[in-house]
C-alpha cells in the first residue's frame, strides 16, 4: 500500500492584463486582503468543480467588468502550513486581449499604471516576486514556506533577478 499524497488545497489566481496601446496594466488596491495593501492584478478563487482558467477570465470580470481572452500561463506560486497539511495554489496568467468597459467593484479601486511604475514600496506584499514571474519568460514560481507568507523565488530561478 503506497503513501497517502492527498492533501487539502486552496486554489487561487490573477492575471496581468496589459494595454499593448498604452503600454499600462490594470492594477486593483483591493480592501478585502489580510496581507499589506498595495497595488496588485485582479484575482481571486477557483470553485469547487470550476477549471483554473475559467475562474480567472470569471474573477476578473467580476471585479473589472472586462472580458479577456487569449490567455497564456505563466507560472505558479505556493503558500505552505505544515501544521495543517495545507497548501495555497495561485495560477499566474497574462493576457492583452480584452473588452469592456472597467467597472469599479466592491473589492477595491481598479485603475490603469505603467507597469514601470509598480515597485516594492507600491505594491501589496510579495508582489513584485509574483511580477518577475508576470514579465520574465524563464521564471515560473515562487513559494512561502508560511501561509499568506513572503514569496521566494525558487532556487534555480535566483541568478535571473
Given at each position: ?10 486554489l ?9 496601446a498604452?503600454k ?8 478585502d ?5 498595495g ?10 468543480g ?10 476578473v470580470f ?15 506560486v ?26 469599479q467593484?466592491d473589492?477595491?479601486?481598479i485603475?490603469?499604471?505603467p ?7 507600491n ?22 514556506s ?16
Amino acid at each position: 500500500m503506497g503513501l497517502d499524497r492527498t492533501q487539502r488545497v486552496e486554489l487561487v489566481n490573477m492575471c496581468m492584463i496589459y494595454d499593448t496601446a498604452t503600454k499600462q496594466v490594470l492594477v486593483e488596491d483591493k480592501t478585502d486582503i489580510k496581507w499589506k495593501f498595495g497595488h496588485t492584478f485582479p484575482g481571486g478563487h477557483v470553485e469547487p468543480g470550476e477549471p483554473v482558467a475559467d475562474a480567472v477570465i470569471r474573477e476578473v470580470f467580476e471585479e473589472t467588468g472586462l472580458r479577456i481572452s487569449q490567455l497564456e500561463a505563466c507560472g505558479c506560486v505556493e503558500w505552505f502550513d505544515q501544521q495543517a497539511d495545507y497548501r495555497k495554489i495561485g495560477f499566474l496568467y497574462r493576457t492583452s486581449h480584452f473588452s469592456g468597459t472597467i467597472k469599479q467593484g466592491d473589492e477595491g479601486r481598479i485603475f490603469w499604471l505603467p507597469l514601470t511604475a509598480l515597485n516594492a514600496t507600491n505594491t501589496a506584499e510579495s508582489f513584485m516576486e509574483m511580477l518577475a514571474i508576470f514579465t520574465k519568460k524563464d521564471t515560473v514560481s515562487a513559494v512561502s514556506s508560511v501561509m499568506n507568507g513572503q514569496l521566494h523565488l525558487t532556487a534555480d530561478q535566483k541568478d535571473d533577478q
